[in-house]
């Protein structure tokens, strides 16, 4: 079974530009959670949707950040226009169910550096 | 808001011997899980192991296992037999009934040959 996928690895942008993040959640998933570390802190979640819907997305930082999720399969998370303090690893799970001890499973994290 | 403290931003520990990374919590709730995650380098987190608060047995999986202290909102992780593998950033975090999970900063583990 494949885990989950995140697109690109690293990516390396000018401020002011605009990056597109993608996941691919663990097929059959309906549950995909975005993360976020910045150096040296904590990982902060960013939002969770359940299929297409916004479940909850307390922890967008601000209007620059619009996740969608077409279809109830991956997901794109955009950052328009970055800022130097958007650097950090992104992080995307998934779960098949919310309740219980339902563990979310990690993609690799894609890492954006903002110059 | 519930959080979750990591005190010790690195730990070493020579191979074939034991280690405890510490982790303390907080939150006003009664019902939640906890987890510990490993990231080795360049690689993605995976779950070690998990323990829902309503249980009073401490969880072990293999070599790790925890020590929950639910009065004192303590929860760490002892790794036993180290090994050259267990080299990683752990993660303490902490889910209520529904997500999200919150991390603590994490601890660096490095294993000494």
């Known amino acids: 079974e494949a885990g989950v996928t995140q697109f690109p690895s690293h990516s390396v942008i000018e401020k002011g530009q605009t990056v597109t993040l993608r996941c691919d959640p663990i097929?059959?998933?309906?549950?995909l959670y975005w993360y976020r570390r910045v150096m040296g802190k904590e990982i902060k979640f960013l939002l969770h949707?359940?299929?297409?819907?916004?479940?909850?997305e307390s922890g967008m930082p601000n209007n620059r950040f619009l996740a969608e999720r077409t279809g109830g399969t991956y997901s794109t998370l955009k950052v328009q226009p970055a800022e130097l303090e958007d650097s950090g690893v992104y992080f995307c799970?998934?779960?098949?169910?919310?309740?219980?001890?339902?563990?979310?499973?990690f993609g690799p994290g894609t890492r954006l550096t903002v110059l | 808001a519930q959080t979750v403290t990591q005190s010790q931003p690195e730990m070493s520990v020579q191979e074939a011997e034991t280690v405890t990374l510490s982790c303390t919590y907080d939150?006003?709730?009664?019902?939640?899980?906890l987890f510990w995650y490993k990231q080795p380098p360049s690689r993605q987190m995976i779950l070690v192991i998990r323990?829902?608060?309503?249980?009073?047995q401490n969880a072990t999986e293999n070599r790790f296992s925890v020590n929950f202290q639910k009065a004192a909102k303590s929860f760490s992780l002892k790794i036993s037999d180290s090994q050259l593998g267990d080299a990683a950033m752990y993660f303490c975090?902490?889910?209520?009934?529904?997500?999200?999970?919150?991390f603590g900063k994490g601890t660096r583990l490095s294993v000494i040959a």
């Open positions: 799970a998934s779960s098949q169910y919310i309740t219980g001890e339902n563990e979310q499973f």
């Open positions: 097929s059959g998933h309906d549950n």
């Open positions: 949707f359940v299929k297409e819907s916004k479940q909850d």
């Open positions: 939150t006003s709730e009664s019902d939640y899980y």
């Open positions: 323990q829902e608060a309503y249980k009073q």
């Open positions: 975090a902490y889910r209520s009934i529904a997500p999200p999970l919150v």
